[in-house]
C-alpha cells in the first residue's frame, strides 16, 4: 500500500521539459568507525537511513531530482541536492544510502540511472516520502 501511494505521489510531480540525463550514481552513508557525518553543504545534518538527498558537484543546493531505476522503471525516488560530492571520478551524484534502497541500487553500489530536474516551485516530497516508510 505505501509503495502504491508513494508511486501515485511521484507520478503527480511535474518535471522539467526536456530529455532525461542518464547519470552514474553511488550512494555514501556509511563511515568507518570513529568518523562522524559532517553537516551537509545546507547546513543540515545528514541521516543516511532517512534522509532522501543528494550530492552533486555543480547544481544549485535545493535542487530536487526524480530519479529512475532504467532496469527496473517502476523504482523512483525523489532526492533533494543538499551536499557537494562525488569526489571519485565517473560518478555523476551520490544518493543516500535510503534513496539507494528504494532506487533498487543499493547492492550494486553504482548504476546508471535516469535522472529529471523537478521545478523549484513542486512541493518538497522528501520528508512526506520519508514519513511514508
Known sequence: MIDLLTGALIALLPTVP????????????QLPPGQSWNRLKDGSVFRPEQDFVAAHR???IGTRLLLTN???PEQKVVVDVLDRGPFIRGRDLDISTVAARKLGIYEQGVAQVEVRLLPTEAPPLSGV???LN
Do not use: A
Not at 526536456?18 to 552513508?29: A, K, L, N
Open 18 to 29: 526536456g530529455e532525461p540525463e542518464q547519470m552514474v550514481v553511488s550512494h555514501y552513508g
Open 70 to 72: 532504467p532496469e527496473q
Open 129 to 131: 516520502l520519508m514519513s
Open 58 to 60: 555543480t547544481l544549485p
